[in-house]
């Protein structure tokens, strides 16, 4: 399956893709950031980040959207803005047609380096060795883009229907529920994911991880 992820920010908006095996294996497809300038209208900044990820999602054709969800901080100016980048790439995804889905960042640093306080160096370190690279990525904003869809392709919930009148989820407990039919390449993902959860299958990159 092929996930995009996405890291919203105004000035730096990280955007990732990867192709994904159901033995949890993962390789980079394209990873980037759509950058803005703070002496432009905010209203054109959103536009910028809009038309780079619609066309991220248009050249790389991924079968579902991963973002990162923004929590209230002390900065409520930096929450306000991230939070309208949010906004503008989930309207993105749904003008494409496609399945979204949420994480927190507790749950990408979890997924990725097996801490829910990870550092950003630890998390750029992990993924540079999950997709098999010869260096960190960087900027920072660009690694969790993709550590946001490393987190999807492990974890695969809380995904939202690829349509107006859709719904896919994935349960914890395995269950694969659908208003609408799944396509071949979701349900085969779907029933892959809830496997791995149903026997608690570890990834075999984390052994090695914890080993080194």
């Keep these: 399956m ?24 993962a390789s ?35 079968q579902i959207v991963a973002i990162e969800r923004v929590f209230a901080q ?59 690279l010869d260096k960190v990525v960087r900027p920072a904003d660009a690694a969790d883009a993709l550590a946001i869809a490393i987190t999807q392709s492990w974890r695969g919930t809380g995904l939202a229907g690829g349509s107006d009148d859709s719904t896919v989820s994935v349960s914890l ?3 694969v529920s659908a208003r609408s039919k799944l396509t071949p390449a979701q349900e085969q993902w779907a029933k892959a994911q809830a496997a791995f959860r149903r026997t608690g299958a570890v990834d075999p990159r984390k052994r090695r991880s914890r080993r080194s």
Excluded: W
């Design 2 to 25: 092929r996930i995009m992820g996405i890291d919203p920010g105004i000035t730096r908006c990280g955007l990732g893709v990867i192709d994904t095996k159901t033995d949890r294996t």
């Design 28 to 62: 980079l497809v394209y990873v980037g950031v759509a950058r803005t300038q703070a002496s432009l209208a905010q209203h054109f900044r959103l536009r910028t980040i809009g038309r780079e990820i619609a066309r991220v999602i248009s050249t790389f054709d991924p």
């Design 74 to 132: 002390e900065n409520l100016q930096s929450v306000t803005t991230t939070m309208q980048v949010m906004g503008v790439a989930m309207y993105q995804v749904a003008e494409a047609g496609l399945p979204l889905a949420i994480h927190t960042p507790s749950e990408v640093k979890s997924a990725v380096t097996g801490s829910g306080i990870a550092g950003k160096a630890q998390v750029q370190e992990m993924v540079k060795r999950i997709l098999g």
């Design 173 to 175: 407990s395995g269950k």
